[in-house]
């Protein structure tokens, strides 16, 4: 490359801009785009190490057929041929295709346009499902429309912000930045509903650790609260809303007072009466709420319900207010737009006889889809029940995300052709594949995604792409060239697509339809496509150059142009009741570094040293119950499958709750999908999983020894039953554990250094059962292994540095079987600052010796928490943690 190249972030719904810069060697360096509006330059730990992670490791670079490598030509003929023949022998029904929010607008745009257009059939989902349905499903109840109201500036000019199911400090931590500082600016209240106490509680006014599923008890009752207390804006509620009546009337019936909703949320009663004051008492309320409220089996309910109390108090479309949906994946909402959810038909339309006609004339479509197709979960049960007979799936990893995952695997294996497109070579999706087609991503593909404030930013190429890799818009064009449908699939560039989705949006809009992005049609022009800023939409004639906020005029999308109330209940069934046989809530979600399956975030050494191992967080209470210590193992289980991880002690978890995250798959550890637990219940509305509240018990799993393997290259273990991989700079470090211990060591050591040379050194305990083993050649370590049924095992922290160092000398070789570092007694611990690599010990160490007390202070001494900001929460509960320990000592703390 040879100039700046300004894109967008891959990873998260706030689509920060980011400016590639050529560096040395072929390297670029990445920072924030300074204007860029959702991040004005900032850029969060994952964005940050974005350049760490366009290595090509395990890339995919080939198409493959059941293994081998095929040319371009027979793969694409192979796929059309394979779909067009199961398309005549058993209808348009029998193929489906399953797409994600990390597709850019015009791969999308192309896709669902085969699928509904020309294929004749909606059976194309998408990983949104998953993730954004139930909101869709709430803001067409309420709007008539799929539209999120608001915007960023909302959160920097808001007067009380509400973050709800929402971890913002690790899952939008730009925002969330961006929340802290109105908070400092303007003092801007924060309150988090989360049934754990995240790192967004950290700088939190208050925190109301609620029972998983009962945010509708808790916004049913602060719309009675409203309206006891004379809060309705009642002019507005009368112009431009209906069925208010009947969402009080259910209301009060259901949470009548502070003191029932209290008992039903399973919090104290104090806290129930600020959240509600505080809500009255601000106009300038933003509500901002994410996958707790989304991912549930009333999850619908739950957005009505917060919706409900700001359509009460016409706290909508104004400066600093409104219901806010934060989006999760890059393009989640951008596949909103085109229609690639299989309920929708494209561009904000549904399956109505008008929108229909229009769509197929402005297509030239030979075989309209008539009705709505299968949703994610129902589309693989019928893959599973053979309905569906070719499978295309695109940029996602249904293997380890969709619910019941054992037996969406089942459904892979039993489809008769599965075709998948990805960057990644080995996921635990692509090894069902019939036909693996390698995706061209982020660095290497052109195009727009849309943020969750609307915004349409560019995604810019800057490197070629890997191997013979392709876009996806450039690949599903050619098999619909291969399926006779070339001449309405004869792009030239993304661009020309992107026209061509604008142009839809106006086409007989006339303002009925809230997406119309028809002032972006000159797009066409590369030129133009080039040049395009970020642009918010609706971005039509009226306003050319896109509009911040909607509804302030209090016209909405639905036939009577009103918004509408929804009644919503929490009765008892609808509450998720634990068993004698599975106790205990299991709650799932994100960690702070990774992203998802790990694909792109797991190349990065930087990321992986946050959190290296799957984990399960448990009250230590709890734990106790279940025979389990802080650092044990624990085999998870639910009806329909089970998870092997390791545990953690958290009071930040609510007793009766543990805490599982999503990231950890077979492709990184051995036993750790955690959606193999999870049940396929979901919202009847929205077809959401509920992946939040699935019972489960616990039983510990005792290993007979554990250790550690390090390695310069990838040899994930075959033979130990517990593994997980961790990437660290220059190599690859395996933790591994075994209910069975070898016979002898030393060959089963061995075993570990196949296919590599050099000198063993070796340091044996067989009383104690501790043996350490290490290969160095030419002054290089190459292999490293402990092992103790003890448990005694060095950390390896340090010898994962002596990997990155080019030669061992005597002095480190001594220290190397210790497994510490010369003179140095301490284990780091695991980073808590990835941009400047500064771990959790040297932290303490630094609070405790240097008697530090702000985040400031830390970060003027060690650099931690000075660059992207994302651990500056954590930094600040370890200050508090220290602040206890030194109160307790002083004898300021009573028992509590
Ligand atoms: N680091 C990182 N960031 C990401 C992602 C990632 O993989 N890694 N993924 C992106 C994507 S696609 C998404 S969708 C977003 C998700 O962003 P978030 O929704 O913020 O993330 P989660 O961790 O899934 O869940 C949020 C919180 O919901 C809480 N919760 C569970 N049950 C309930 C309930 O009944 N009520 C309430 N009020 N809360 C509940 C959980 O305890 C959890 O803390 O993150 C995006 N950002
Ligand atoms: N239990 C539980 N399950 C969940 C969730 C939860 O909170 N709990 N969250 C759900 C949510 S919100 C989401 S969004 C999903 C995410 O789940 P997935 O979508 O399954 O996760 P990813 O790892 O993001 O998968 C993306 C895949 O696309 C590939 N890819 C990247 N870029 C490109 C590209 O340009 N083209 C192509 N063709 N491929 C590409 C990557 O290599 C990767 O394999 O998980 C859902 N599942
Ligand atoms: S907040 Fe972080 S992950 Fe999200 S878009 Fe910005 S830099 Fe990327
Ligand atoms: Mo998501």
């Known amino acids: ?465 890997a191997g013979t890799a392709r876009p996806d818009w450039k690949i599903i064009c050619d098999v619909a060239a291969a399926m006779g449908f070339g001449d309405a699939f004869a792009y030239a560039a993304s661009a020309e697509i992107f026209a061509e989705h604008a142009h839809l949006s106006a086409f007989e809009n006339d303002g009925v339809r809230d997406f119309d992005i028809g002032a972006l049609r000159g797009a066409v022009d590369r030129a133009h496509y080039d040049r395009m800023e970020p642009t918010q939409w609706p971005a039509g004639a009226k306003t050319p150059r896109g509009r911040k906020r909607l509804f302030a005029d209090g016209r909405f999308y639905t036939d009577d142009g009103r918004a509408h109330f929804v009644a919503v209940s929490l009765s008892p069934p609808d509450l998720i009741d634990t068993t004698m046989s599975f106790p205990l809530l299991l709650n799932t979600g994100r960690v702070r570094d990774q992203w998802h399956t790990m694909s792109r975030t797991g190349l990065s050494p930087r990321l992986g040293r946050h959190t290296a191992e799957p984990y399960l967080d448990i009250h230590p209470e709890d734990a106790e119950n279940y025979g389990l210590r802080n650092g044990s193992w624990t085999r998870a289980m639910s009806p329909s499958g089970g998870v092997t991880v390791r545990v953690r002690f958290s009071s930040a978890m609510r007793r009766g709750e543990v805490f599982v995250p999503i990231h950890w798959n077979d492709a990184v550890a051995s036993d750790a999908v955690v959606g193999r637990l999870i049940a396929p219940r979901r919202d009847p509305f929205s077809g959401q999983p509920a992946s939040k509240t699935q019972p489960v018990t616990l039983l510990p799993w005792k290993p007979a020894w554990r250790g550690f393997f390090i390695s310069r290259r990838r040899r994930d273990p075959r033979d130990v039953e517990y593994w997980c991989r961790i990437r660290v700079p220059g190599c690859y470090v395996y933790e591994v554990a075994d209910q069975v211990c070898p016979t002898d060591w030393a060959s089963f050591c061995a075993s570990y250094f196949t296919g590599m040379s050099g000198e063993t050194i070796t340091f044996e305990d067989p009383k104690k059962g501790r043996y350490r083993s290490a290969l160095i050649e030419d002054g290089r370590l190459q292999g490293c292994f402990a092992a103790a049924v003890d448990g005694a095992l060095p950390s390896f922290d340090w010898l994962a540095e002596v990997f990155a160092e080019e030669t061992v000398n005597e002095k480190t070789r001594k220290h190397i079987l210790a497994g510490r570092r010369p003179g140095d007694a301490a284990d780091r611990g695991p980073v808590v600052c990835s941009c400047f690599g500064v771990a959790l010990n040297t932290l303490l160490g630094a609070i405790r010796g240097q008697g530090l007390t702000s985040v400031r202070d830390v970060g003027r001494v060690l650099k931690a928490g000075t660059n992207c900001g994302v651990c500056q929460s954590e930094i600040a509960a370890l200050l508090d943690g220290v602040r206890g320990e030194e109160d307790v000592s002083k004898g300021k703390v009573n028992a509590a």
Request: glycine share 10%.
């Open 1 to 465: 490359m040879t100039g700046d190249v300004r894109t967008t972030c891959p990873y998260c719904g706030v689509g920060c801009g980011v400016i590639i810069s050529p560096g040395p060697d072929d390297a670029v360096t990445v920072t924030g785009d300074p204007d860029h509006p959702a991040n004005f330059g900032r850029l969060c730990s994952k964005g940050a190490a974005l350049g760490e992670t366009l290595v090509h490791d395990g890339r995919l670079m080939v198409p493959k057929m059941a293994g081998r490598r095929v040319s371009w030509a027979k793969a694409v003929k192979t796929l059309g041929d394979k779909l067009t023949r199961t398309i005549a022998k058993h209808g348009p029904d029998s193929v489906a295709f399953y797409v994600s929010g990390q597709l850019l607008n015009e791969d999308y745009y192309v896709a669902n346009k085969l699928m509904k257009g020309f294929i004749g059939s909606a059976n194309i989902d998408t990983n949104s499902r998953l993730c954004m349905a139930s909101s869709v499903a709430g803001h067409i109840r309420a709007f008539g429309a799929d539209t999120v109201p608001g915007c960023y500036e909302d959160f920097d000019t808001a007067d009380l912000v509400l973050l709800i199911g929402s971890n913002t400090a690790w899952c939008h931590p730009v925002l969330f930045q961006r929340l802290r500082e109105a908070q400092r600016r303007r003092g801007t209240k924060v309150v988090v509903i989360d049934p754990r106490r995240t790192d967004t509680c950290a700088t939190a006014d208050l925190h109301i650790a609620l029972k998983p599923g009962t945010d509708t008890a808790l916004f049913n009752g602060l719309l009675t609260y409203l309206e006891k207390n004379g809060k309705r804006d009642a002019a507005f509620v009368a112009a431009h809303t209906r069925d208010v009546d009947e969402a009080l009337a259910r209301a009060r019936k259901n949470a009548p007072d502070i003191a029932a909703v209290a008992g039903i949320c399973d919090v104290d009663k104090e806290s129930v009466a600020r959240l509600y004051a505080w809500f009255a008492e601000h106009e300038r309320v933003v509500c901002a709420y994410s996958q707790g409220v989304n991912q549930s089996h009333r999850g619908t309910d739950k957005v009505n319900a917060i919706i409900n109390c700001h359509l009460l108090t016409g706290r909508i479309g104004r400066e600093g207010m409104g219901p806010f949906s934060l989006t999760g994946q890059p393009n989640a909402m951008g596949g909103r737009e085109v229609g690639g959810l299989a309920n929708t038909l494209a561009a904000h339309m549904g399956f109505d006889d008008g929108a229909r006609d229009r769509v197929g004339r402005f297509w030239n479509a030979p075989a309209l889809a008539a009705k709505p197709g299968l949703k994610a979960v129902d589309l693989f049960d019928a893959v599973h029940d053979g309905r569906i007979k070719a499978l295309w799936i695109m940029g996602t990893n249904p293997a380890v995300s969709l619910p019941d995952a054992t037996k969406v695997r089942a459904a892979l294996e039993k489809c008769p052709f599965v075709a998948v497109s990805d960057c990644i070579e080995q996921t635990d999706t692509t090894r069902y594949a019939d036909l693996l087609l390698p995706a061209a991503t982020w660095g290497e593909r052109d195009g727009t995604v849309t943020n969750s404030e609307r915004r349409i930013s560019r995604q810019r190429p800057f490197v070629a792409p």
